[in-house]
Structures are given as structure tokens and as C-alpha cells.
């Protein structure tokens, strides 16, 4: 029985139900990770470094949003939510919109990249809550192989609790400064006889940061997600979840002197977001050694932060309303996955799937109606273990865009084990990102029709990243203590920015950047007691531009935004347009950034954890800049039992130091996005 408890919580850990009967695998000295490969592996023999954010790292933080936890991992950069949504990336490359689309999210399997938010993640619409995941797995490196497009520069697969591990019911508010109001609950319990259930539903708000010059803040969220699975026999489970989030908040701007809303252009108003979804999963133990799965996904995302023009206030205009959030995106997506031993010392996983996404929009693609994309995929990856001494990967996918085209994506992976407690591993991958619906088919009109703003470029290729590294992992159990440290170069060719190609022609998006990253990683854990765990990051890195094949033809184009740069090629100049690029590109990422994590578990049922974060500057957008900064949270709990029930009493503060910038600093107007300390208090109940 014991055994089996093992698989089970194995295959709900595994994003596609990937189950083998290899003891190692299970009672493997070092952590088994699956996000990689999608094949179970120990650290030391998966094809990329990983950094895995438990359960215990997530209530020790306090953490209130799932965005706030990549503060924990190296290389990844994140700001607080504001009147713009939060961000999360890997290594820069930070782009003139709300949304990340170059590091794939997954719950339970299912990707989190929309449509409608231009083929990126939405971070207020995150359909879980930090108390239902068990553990979250980043790849800290391409992995277009195993998960597609969007895997381009890395990938957070977020796996929630087992229902199984869920019964009773729990309750939890939090009240503090700032607005902070939230409340959840949450039940679990048996389904028939061989079935289990999780419920959850949870709302948060506060005021957000506090507005000022032309700009205010308010936030609210709430998510409601179910879980059913259910064992049909001894090799045969279905899995089915569904779920619900909203959330509400301000966006627009005020007058810079009166402070008054300008009904005229982009009043202050409510944004509206939601998303729904759907996923059923079969799993069937195929033998001792394979197993196949078969998942399907519906998600559905809309937003709203429309605005009327009064044609009696601003005078009669041909589209009287703006919504450049709006209205809705679908996808649909199927996938089956087949994994097996071909032969001895050698597994292999392959699978393919097939999606359908499509997005309306009335502002941003007048007068298109719905366009559609449909995207076919096919991808393998096999491990190689032909001694004690050495593990080999290789893995390739294939993908056909009807928007985009087709494109292979190929990696390679060797790890050499010098002793039990240290690996050294080699790898190369290839990668490619492909725009979003509305980068190939946009068209925004102006309010009063005289000009199109922004039109979609349908000839737009995609960005392609060629990824080399060397890594090194040691695990030293005596010492309770392991090492990660990646270095890593990295190319990113044919960036595309929405930019104006002609002078009177509307914005589009182009190629107009070569990027190259290097730098390296390390990721320190020891625990030197039971009752105390240490975890220090640290991520340097430098960032380098220059212009791409078609760069160079727009600033050769007499009438181009870029025009006059080619006439000065050898002389060291820069037309100032493309400066700008050029500044965004390289201050994209800070060039130092670290962070601390200290656990520490107290006498009498108290828990303290303390969370220290150094970041240098940063630019998020062409037109904000963040100064370095340091942040220090912290978190103080106690454990309790009262009448045979039990709880937890915490209290939280963020920012200790105090205000500080993480996403625009003032500059010479009062017009920064700062973070003030924030406190609150939580009690949460277990019956």
C-alpha cells in the first residue's frame, strides 16, 4: 500500500501522467522533475536546470500572488501590480504590452497563454490559489521541445494538490494596511469508492499602490476551481477540472493638473478580465514500463475596459467606442502522450497535439470579425543512460502554424556524473516564438477614422533563440546541502516590437533586433538543521543589440521611424528611434539580482521565514525605467489546537525598507509606480 501511495502522488506531480515502475525513480537521492523532458528524472540526469518552489517555500512566504513567488528564482524579473498588470520574465526581453509571452505557464497541463492577451499569460488571472499547489517546477532555460511557442526562453509548470490529499474543510481571511481584504475556503472528500474531489474558492483585494500625477489603483480577484478524479480500475483514471477567475481593476489616466477624468481620451474606468476553462484527462497504465494520455482543454478569456466618446462633450467621431482590451478569446486543445521503454537503458516519450485558438475584438481588429489560428504539433524526447557515469537526451518537435508557418525546434543534452554527488552537463537547444493573432492580423482604427494606428503584419517571421550551456550540479546528502550553477549563451535573432515601417504608414509589428544574453546562475539550498532551510539565488547577466536583416532595410527606408541610421553606419551613432529599442533590449534584465530565503521553525508552534532581495535597474517598456532596489518581507506563524480543531495565525509585512520602485521610478514627476510597506494578518481554521 505504501508503494502504491507513492505512484499516486508520482502521477498527480507529473503534467501528463508520466508513470514508471522503476524504484530509482522514485527514492532517487536527488528530487524527481518531470517538466523537462516530460519523463520522471532526477535533476542530475534532466536536460536543463530546474528550481522547484514547494509547499512549504510558498506558505513560508506569505505571498499573497503567484507572480511575487519568481522573486525566489534566479534570472527571473517581476513587479507589482499597479494601474498595469504584473509581469513575470526570464532574462529581459521585455516587451511595450501587459503580458509575458515568452515563458509558457501550465496548471496541471493545461498552458495559460491566451489569445486575446497577445499570446501571453495574464498574472491577474492565475485560476488557482497558492494554497491548492503543491509544487511548481521552472525550467530555467528553452523548452519549445517539450511545450511549444511559448516555451521560448523557459517554462513554470504549476502542479496542484492531489484531491486525495484534501478532506475536510479550511477557511482563511486576511485583513491589513493598504486595502488588504481577502478570504478563501476550501473542501476536499471521497467521490463513490474509488473517486476524490478538491473545491476552492477565493477572493482578494486591496487598494493597490497609491496613485498620484495622472494615475490610480485598486485591485480585485476572485477564482473559483474544481478537481474530480476518479480511478475506473487498476490502469484506467480520468482526471476533470473546471474553473472560474475575475478580476477587476483601474486603468486609464487623469489629467496631470485638474486630477479630473478626461471623458475625451482614456478616462479613468474599470478593466474588466475573466477567464474560464475545462480539462478531462485520461490515463491508462499501458504495462510496468508505458502509459498513455489523452487530454482535452477548453479555455475562454474576455476583457473589458470600454470607454463611450459623448459626440455632444468631444464631438461626433465614427467609432464611439474604445475597447482596447476587449472582447474575447477560445482555444481548444487536444493532446495525446505515449511513453515507454523501447529498450533497456533507454526511455522515450512522444506525443502530438492539435489547438485552435481565436480572438474578436471590435477596437483592435475592426472590422475582421473572428480570426483563427490552428496549430499541429509532434514532439519526442528519449533519455539515454548507458552507464552510471553518463546520461544523453535528445528531443525534437515540429510545429505547423497557419499563421506562422512551420518550424522544427531540435535539443540536445549530455551529462556527465563525476561522482554520485556532482554532474556536469553540456547542452544546446533551438527555439522559436510566433506572434500573436492580433500581431498578424490587427487593425486598430482611430476614433475618428482618419488613420489606422496599428495593422497586422502578415508576412511577420518568427523569433528564433539558439541556446548553449554548461552546468553544474552537486547534491551533497551528508551535508544536506546541493548546488546549481548554469552559465549560458544565448542568441535571440529577429525580435519583433511594434514599430512604424514608413512614415505615414500605422505601427506593426517587425524584426529589428538581434539579442545576445550571457551570463550565469547559482542556486544554493542547505539545511543544516531540521528546523531551519537556507536558499540563496544569484543571476548575472549582460544583454547586446544590434539590428536585424530587416532593422537595417527600415532604417535605410527614406520615410521609416528608423531612417538616417544606415547613413551613419561606421560612424558610432544611433538615430535616436532605435535608441530607444536599443536601450529597452539591453536594460531589459538587471545585471545582478539575487535573493535569500531563510526558513526557520521555532519553539511552541511558531514558524518564522524572512525573504531578501537585491535588484538592480531595469527598463520594463520604452518608457519606464526602475532604479536598483532591495526588499525585505518577512512572516511570523503560529501553529495551534483548540478544541480538537486545528489552525494557523500568521502576520505578514512586506517591503520593510519602504518605498521603493520596481517598475517605473518618478523621474523628475510624481508619476512612479512605488511599493510602501504593506502588513497583514491571516487565521486560517482546519475542520
Given amino acids: 500500500m505504501k508503494r502504491r501511495r507513492y505512484l499516486s502522488v508520482l502521477v498527480c506531480m507529473l503534467p501528463f501522467g508520466t508513470l514508471l515502475a522503476e524504484d530509482e525513480l522514485f527514492f532517487a537521492e536527488l528530487p524527481v522533475v518531470a517538466s523537462v523532458s516530460r519523463l520522471p528524472q532526477r535533476l542530475a540526469d534532466a536536460p536543463a536546470s530546474v528550481t522547484v518552489i514547494d509547499r512549504?517555500?510558498?506558505?513560508?512566504?506569505?505571498?499573497?500572488?503567484?507572480?511575487?513567488l519568481f522573486r525566489l528564482v534566479p534570472g527571473f524579473q517581476t513587479f507589482a501590480?499597479?494601474?498595469?498588470?504584473?509581469?513575470?520574465?526570464?532574462?529581459?526581453?521585455?516587451?511595450?504590452?501587459?503580458?509575458?509571452p515568452r515563458v509558457q505557464v501550465l496548471i496541471d497541463g493545461r498552458s495559460l497563454h491566451s489569445p486575446l492577451f497577445r499570446g501571453?499569460?495574464?498574472?491577474?488571472?492565475?485560476?488557482?490559489?497558492?494554497?491548492?499547489?503543491?509544487?511548481?517546477?521552472?525550467?530555467?532555460?528553452?523548452?519549445?521541445?517539450?511545450?511549444?511557442?511559448?516555451?521560448?526562453?523557459?517554462?513554470?509548470?504549476?502542479?496542484t494538490i492531489d484531491p486525495s490529499l484534501v478532506r475536510g474543510v479550511s477557511v482563511s481571511a486576511s485583513r491589513g494596511t493598504q486595502g488588504v481584504n481577502d478570504y478563501s475556503v476550501r473542501g476536499g472528500g471521497k467521490l463513490g469508492e474509488t473517486g476524490n474531489f478538491r473545491l476552492s474558492y477565493q477572493q482578494t483585494s486591496d487598494d493597490g499602490l497609491k496613485?498620484?500625477?495622472?494615475?490610480?489603483?485598486?485591485?480585485?480577484?476572485?477564482?473559483?476551481?474544481?478537481?474530480?478524479?476518479?480511478?475506473?480500475?487498476?490502469?484506467?483514471?480520468?482526471?476533470?477540472?473546471?474553473?472560474?477567475?475575475?478580476?477587476?481593476?483601474?486603468?486609464?489616466?487623469?489629467?496631470?493638473?485638474?486630477?479630473?477624468?478626461?471623458?475625451?481620451?482614456?478616462?479613468?474606468?474599470?478593466?474588466?478580465?475573466?477567464?474560464?476553462?475545462?480539462?478531462?484527462?485520461?490515463?491508462r497504465a499501458l504495462s510496468e514500463t508505458a502509459d498513455f494520455s489523452l487530454r482535452y482543454t477548453f479555455s475562454e478569456d474576455r476583457g473589458d475596459n470600454a470607454y463611450r466618446i459623448d459626440p455632444v462633450t468631444c464631438g461626433v467621431v465614427p467609432y464611439p467606442k474604445v475597447n482596447e482590451s476587449g472582447d474575447w478569446g477560445r482555444r481548444h486543445e487536444i493532446e495525446a502522450t505515449h511513453n515507454f521503454v523501447p529498450m533497456a537503458k533507454t526511455r522515450l516519450v512522444w506525443g502530438a497535439s492539435w489547438r485552435h485558438d481565436e480572438m474578436s475584438s471590435q477596437t483592435m481588429m475592426r472590422g475582421r470579425g473572428t480570426e483563427a489560428r490552428q496549430v499541429w504539433r509532434a514532439f519526442a524526447n528519449g533519455e539515454w543512460k548507458p552507464s552510471t557515469w553518463l546520461t544523453a537526451n535528445l528531443g525534437a518537435s515540429n510545429e505547423y502554424d497557419t499563421l506562422a508557418g512551420n518550424h522544427l525546434s531540435p535539443r540536445a543534452s549530455i551529462a556527465f556524473h563525476l561522482t554520485p554527488e556532482n554532474t556536469l552537463r553540456l547542452g544546446y537547444t533551438q527555439a522559436w516564438r510566433t506572434a500573436s493573432i492580433l500581431a498578424y492580423r490587427g487593425n486598430y482604427v482611430a476614433v475618428d477614422g482618419s488613420e489606422t494606428i496599428f495593422s497586422g503584419n502578415s508576412r511577420l517571421p518568427a523569433e528564433r533563440l539558439d541556446s548553449w550551456e554548461v552546468a553544474y550540479l552537486g547534491n551533497w546528502r551528508q551535508w544536506r546541502m546541493s548546488l546549481d550553477v548554469r552559465h549560458f549563451r544565448e542568441t535571440v535573432r529577429d525580435r519583433l516590437m511594434a514599430v512604424r515601417p514608413a512614415k505615414d504608414a500605422p505601427d506593426s509589428e517587425q524584426s529589428i533586433q538581434d539579442i545576445r544574453i550571457a551570463g550565469y546562475e547559482l542556486q544554493w539550498r542547505w539545511q543544516p538543521l531540521e528546523s531551519t532551510r537556507l536558499l540563496i539565488n544569484h543571476a548575472s547577466l549582460r544583454v547586446n543589440s544590434e539590428l536585424s536583416g530587416n532593422g537595417w532595410v527600415l532604417v535605410a527606408t527614406e520615410d521609416s521611424s528608423f531612417h538616417g541610421l544606415a547613413a551613419i553606419k561606421g560612424g558610432g551613432g544611433?538615430?535616436?528611434?532605435?535608441?530607444?529599442?536599443?536601450?529597452?533590449?539591453?536594460?531589459?534584465?538587471?545585471?545582478?539580482?539575487?535573493?535569500?530565503?531563510?526558513?526557520?521553525?521555532?519553539p511552541a508552534g511558531f514558524d518564522f521565514s524572512v525573504m531578501r532581495y537585491w535588484v538592480d535597474a531595469i527598463k520594463w517598456t520604452r518608457n519606464t525605467d526602475a532604479e536598483k532596489y532591495q526588499r525585505t518581507d518577512a512572516r511570523l506563524a503560529y501553529n495551534f489546537k483548540f478544541a480538537g480543531q486545528r489552525g494557523e495565525l500568521a502576520y505578514t509585512a512586506q517591503s520593510l525598507e519602504g518605498r521603493h520602485a520596481e517598475q517605473r521610478k518618478s523621474g523628475t514627476k510624481p508619476n512612479g509606480r512605488y511599493v510602501d510597506q504593506r502588513h497583514w494578518i491571516t487565521l486560517r481554521l482546519d475542520f
Fill in 120 to 159: 501571453g499569460v495574464n498574472w491577474a488571472l492565475i485560476p488557482v490559489a497558492l494554497e491548492d499547489i503543491e509544487r511548481i517546477e521552472v525550467v530555467r532555460g528553452s523548452n519549445s521541445v517539450s511545450y511549444g511557442t511559448n516555451a521560448f526562453l523557459g517554462v513554470v509548470n504549476i502542479v
Fill in 211 to 283: 496613485g498620484n500625477y495622472d494615475w490610480e489603483d485598486s485591485y480585485r480577484n476572485r477564482r473559483f476551481d474544481a478537481r474530480f478524479d476518479y480511478a475506473v480500475n487498476l490502469r484506467d483514471s480520468l482526471e476533470f477540472s473546471l474553473g472560474k477567475v475575475e478580476g477587476r481593476f483601474l486603468s486609464g489616466s487623469l489629467d496631470k493638473v485638474t486630477r479630473l477624468s478626461d471623458p475625451c481620451d482614456d478616462p479613468l474606468r474599470n478593466r474588466d478580465e475573466s477567464s474560464t476553462w475545462m480539462q478531462a484527462r485520461w490515463l
Fill in 81 to 100: 501590480h499597479s494601474d498595469v498588470g504584473a509581469r513575470v520574465n526570464y532574462h529581459g526581453i521585455t516587451d511595450d504590452n501587459d503580458f509575458s
Fill in 56 to 68: 512549504e517555500m510558498i506558505r513560508a512566504s506569505g505571498y499573497r500572488s503567484l507572480n511575487d
Fill in 574 to 602: 544611433f538615430e535616436p528611434e532605435y535608441a530607444v529599442y536599443q536601450r529597452l533590449a539591453e536594460g531589459s534584465a538587471p545585471r545582478r539580482s539575487s535573493s535569500l530565503m531563510w526558513m526557520q521553525k521555532l
